[in-house]
Every structure is written in structure tokens, then in C-alpha cells.
């Protein structure tokens, strides 16, 4: 049996991405619960109805004493930074990482709160990056072990799905691609839902019908739009990260051309707008009084796909999935993906992106078997922010960083550095030369000529 949902609590909100996919779903969130200046600010004009609470950590004490509703079911997206190669990955070494397992305290107090109202327990949906499966710390191993019920911790190499039945909760999750589900961004993450023992997650995130993970359609690269003309390099873009609007020249995606546009022969990194739209936001969703790009960069890089969770919220609180219940799955599942654990429960390692059930062809797959392809061109629209624009002397810094490092870089991008490399003026050629010859001979003694010839490729 799987839960009625209509009552949501929302944890590190963020600019709850989660209640713009599921606007027309039937479901009403009671609270949230973010810190950060900036999100807070667009919580607080998008959703003035609905309280921020503040830090997590005191929402267990809340939830127990009545103060706030112990929802259906609480969602969360608990920092990624931890888990991440951004965040150095420190897993639970890192602060961060540590909200993971304060989520479980929260789930928790909820449980026994509905348990006193006679409720089915919490429905948890959780997002976190990847990296959390294979981190050091074993973060995930804790995660899932502490919430299934589990008396010790859990330390498989854990697959990209999966299902665990505990002693107390059921669990499953799966590596979700957002380039498959509308927006051409290419966005890996792991969605993972639990509940009490009478509900199956896996109804929830696994699929049938699909044979073959599709190729990505190859768009124009170079097109016209409203009158301006454009090049793009690849037909989806890089994962958009929350250091974008600080951080942007100096990483794959400034090598592969997947976060930069050419409008009218100039080379720009992506506006606040088409990062909006990558993350399937509606347009002008994060500008508010005050915002600076920066602010809506790093929110829009911290956030979830909209169509991915849209697709979730549908199977969950609407049936829409044609995937039958496993209710005997340790009768039909190969013995090699089945572990038994101390025979309180069982791990169940469903990677591989397909599995054979009973016969029957299983999507477990960063692909939706309803899939659907987002367009560049959608995305991309006339930008005349001067900041946005790569300088000569910016993109004479990728090519020689490339250079230095033997670095791969996109073809058709290479040529439009190039070309705009060469419209450097001249004093700063002289400028550059003079700085790379101080600090290429500072620590040599011997003689050199007086001249150096400048190289350009």
C-alpha cells in the first residue's frame, strides 16, 4: 500500500523547487525550513502564507510540542557541498554532512507525533548529489542504516538504486539525469524515498518500458533568434553549479563550451534567466527586490530540477507509474544483488540501469521511460549585460591555461576564443608579456636576451 499525501513539510528549502513542481498536485506544504539570506528573502515574497522555521535543528523539538503540523511527508535536500568535488568531500567530517543524520531526529519526532494522532508514518523524500554513494565517510551507509532501523551501520558499495527493507522503514532510490526529463542540462542526482512497512518506493521510482537508453538528439549549433545570431557548442550543458556566477572560466565547462552562448560573434557565460530556464524555473522566479546575480546563481546551482521532481510528485501523490508492487521480490531477484542483513532485513542492489524481474525488464536508469529532450534554443535568449561577456583577455586566459595544462577543449569553441583573443588591444598584449616574462625569470640568474617574441596560436 502506498500513502495519501497531502500534507508537506519542506527542510533546507532552498527556493523551494519542490513546491513549484508540485503546484498543481493536490498537495499543501505547512512549513519550511531554510537559513540562507537570499532564499529566505524569495520565500518570503513567493510564499508569504506558508512560516519559515528556520534552522532544521530545532524543528524536532517544534514538531514534538505541537508548535508546528507533523506533515504526510517531509522533503529535504540536505547540503551537498560535503558530498561533492566542490566540497572537497568530506562527508560527515563536514558540518554539512552531519544534517543528513540530524534529518533522520527530525523524521523521527514526526513519526511519533503522527503516531500519537494515529497516522501512517512520515513519507521522507530526500535529494543529494552522487557523490554521497561512494563518500569516504560512508555518509549513505549511516543514512540509510540509522533509517531503516537497522542495530549496525551499513558498509556495501552501494549502487546507483536500490531497496532497503529495515526493521523499521522501507527504502529505495535511484541516479536521475534532468536531460531526460525536459531541460538540457545534463544534472545527475539521487532521489531516495522512504516510509513505514506498508509502503513500496520502489512502485515509486521504478519503471517499465523502456529497452535502450536514448541518444540525445544533436541540435543546429547555430541559430537565429529574434533577429541575433547564436552558437552553441554542445545540445545540453554541464551541471550548473552554485559557484556559476563567481566561478565560471576556470573548469570542464569552460573547456567543453557547455555553459557559454556566442550572441552576435561576442562569447558570454549564461544569464540569470537561461539558468532559470535550464533548471526548469519559470522566468524571473529568482529576481526579486535587491537580488544580485551572484545570489541567484549559487540558489538556482543548489536547486533541483523541476521536471525531475514534477515526475516524481506525479507517480507519488497521482499513481501515474505503470509499475506493478514487488511484494515477493526476494523470490524473482538474482541471489548476486540480494543481501540478507542479520535477518532483520535486506539490501537489494538494483544498478546496472536495467534489471530482470520475474521475466520482466526493469528501468532503473538515469532515464524516465517517458522521456523528453529539452532544446538549447528554448533555453537561450538576447542578453546585453556587459558583465556576462568573456573579454579578449579572458579568453586569451582559457587558451593558454589549455595550453599549459594539455588540456582537451571543444573544437568550434577553440576558434571563437581565438578569434576573439586576437581583438586584445595591443597595450594589453604589452601588459600580459610583461607580467609572464617577471615571473618566468624571477628566480633565474642566468642571462637572457632583452627580447622575447610573442607567440600567438
Not at 549496525?152 to 536531460?179: M, S
Not at 582559457?398 to 595550453?403: E, L, T, V
Amino acid at each position: 500500500m502506498n500513502a495519501k499525501i497531502k500534507t508537506i513539510g519542506s527542510i533546507c528549502s532552498g527556493i523551494e523547487a519542490a513546491s513549484v513542481a508540485w503546484a498543481n498536485l493536490d498537495v499543501s506544504f505547512q512549513w519550511f525550513s531554510e537559513i540562507a539570506t537570499f532564499p529566505c528573502s524569495l520565500l518570503s515574497l513567493r510564499y508569504p502564507t506558508i512560516p519559515n522555521m528556520g534552522d532544521m535543528r530545532l524543528l524536532p523539538e517544534k514538531i514534538s510540542s505541537g508548535k508546528i503540523i507533523a506533515p504526510d511527508m517531509i522533503c529535504a535536500g540536505t547540503p551537498c557541498q560535503a558530498f561533492s568535488l566542490a566540497g572537497w568531500k568530506r562527508g560527515l567530517d563536514d558540518d554539512r554532512g552531519n544534517l543528513a543524520l540530524a534529518l533522520i531526529d527530525i523524521v523521527e519526532a514526526n513519526d511519533i507525533a503522527r503516531k500519537s494522532e494515529q497516522k501512517q508514518e512520515t513519507i521522507l523524500f530526500w535529494e543529494n548529489v552522487e557523490g554521497v554513494l561512494s563518500d569516504k565517510t560512508n555518509a549513505f551507509g549511516y543514512f540509510v542504516s540509522l533509517l531503516a532501523g537497522f542495530e549496525e551501520i551499513l558498509t556495501f558499495k552501494w549502487g546507483t538504486a536500490g531497496i532497503i527493507r529495515g526493521p523499521k522503514r522501507n527504502i529505495a532510490w535511484r541516479i536521475l539525469d534532468a536531460k531526460y526529463f525536459g531541460v538540457p542540462q545534463q544534472r545527475r542526482r539521487l532521489y531516495l524515498l522512504a516510509g513505514g512497512k506498508d509502503f513500496h518506493p520502489e512502485n515509486i521510482l521504478f519503471e517499465t518500458g523502456l529497452n535502450k537508453i536514448p541518444i540525445y538528439p544533436k541540435p543546429c549549433f547555430i541559430f537565429e533568434k529574434a533577429e541575433h545570431k547564436f552558437q552553441i557548442f554542445r545540445e545540453y550543458t554541464d551541471c550548473l553549479y552554485s559557484s556559476y556566477g563567481t566561478k565560471w572560466n576556470g573548469n570542464a565547462a569552460a573547456y567543453n563550451g557547455s555553459l557559454y552562448v556566442v550572441q552576435d560573434e561576442r562569447i558570454r557565460r549564461l544569464s540569470v534567466l537561461e539558468a532559470e530556464r535550464l533548471m526548469g524555473f519559470p522566468d524571473n522566479y529568482t529576481s526579486i527586490e535587491g537580488s544580485k546575480k551572484t545570489n541567484q546563481y549559487q540558489a538556482l546551482g543548489n536547486s533541483w530540477a523541476i521536471p525531475v521532481i514534477k515526475w516524481i510528485g506525479e507517480q507519488l501523490f497521482c499513481g501515474k507509474n505503470n509499475f506493478s508492487s514487488i511484494t515477493n521480490i526476494t523470490n524473482c531477484i538474482s541471489t548476486m544483488r540480494l543481501n540478507v542483513i542479520n535477518h532483520q532485513g535486506i539490501y537489494i542492489d538494483m544498478s546496472g540501469d536495467f534489471v530482470t524481474l520475474n521475466g520482466e525488464l526493469i528501468n532503473t536508469s538515469p532515464c524516465s521511460s517517458n522521456f523528453k529532450f529539452g532544446s538549447m534554443i528554448d533555453v537561450i535568449s538576447v542578453n546585453r549585460d556587459e558583465s556576462l561577456y568573456i573579454s579578449p583577455v579572458g579568453c586569451s586566459g582559457i587558451i593558454r591555461r589549455k595550453q599549459e595544462r594539455n588540456l582537451k577543449i571543444n573544437i568550434e569553441l577553440e576558434k571563437v576564443l581565438l578569434k576573439r583573443s586576437c581583438e586584445m588591444p595591443f597595450e594589453e598584449i604589452e601588459k600580459k608579456s610583461r607580467i609572464q616574462r617577471r615571473g618566468r625569470y624571477a628566480n633565474d640568474t642566468s642571462t637572457h636576451s632583452g627580447d622575447i617574441q610573442l607567440v600567438f596560436l
